[in-house]
Nanobody, 119 residues
Framework: QVQLAESGGGLVQAGGSLRLSCRPSGSIFSINAMSWLRQAPGKQRELVASVSSAGSTYYADSVKGRFTISRDNAKNTVLLQMNSLKPEDTAVYYC?????????????WGQGTQVTVSS
């Protein structure tokens, strides 16, 4: 089993920045892909960014150039740096882990953290 602990959400004005953190624990050797997904009210959950154990990354077109996903191996943490935030980035952000790359179905989920961007 893998547990995912998220932190870093909050309220920010448009154009501002936030950094989300996800720390996995448990049987982390089984994990290859770590991702951030988000779900806005009334919308389907969407993939925001992913990073593999080898360092490969993927970004949704809507966040390219603004968001950066990275792994801090020393702290066993996955970070999502979000810059130039827009009101449409408002959503609950979920950290998720998968055994495969690229990730298809996710095996483990965090509890979610709210990000609200005011205009």
């Amino acid at each position: 089993q893998v547990q995912l602990a998220e932190s870093g959400g909050g309220l920010v004005q448009a154009g501002g920045s936030l950094r989300l953190s996800c720390r996995p624990s448990g049987s982390i050797f089984s994990i290859n892909a770590m991702s951030w997904l988000r779900q806005a009210p009334g919308k389907q959950r969407e993939l925001v960014a992913s990073v593999s154990s080898a360092g490969s990354t993927y970004y949704a077109d809507s966040v390219k150039g603004r968001f950066t996903i990275s792994r801090d191996n020393a702290k066993n943490t996955v970070l999502l740096q979000m810059n130039s935030l827009k009101p449409e980035d408002t959503a609950v952000y979920y950290c998720a882990a998968a055994r495969s790359w690229p990730p298809g179905l996710y095996d483990y989920w965090g509890q979610g953290t709210q990000v609200t961007v005011s205009s």
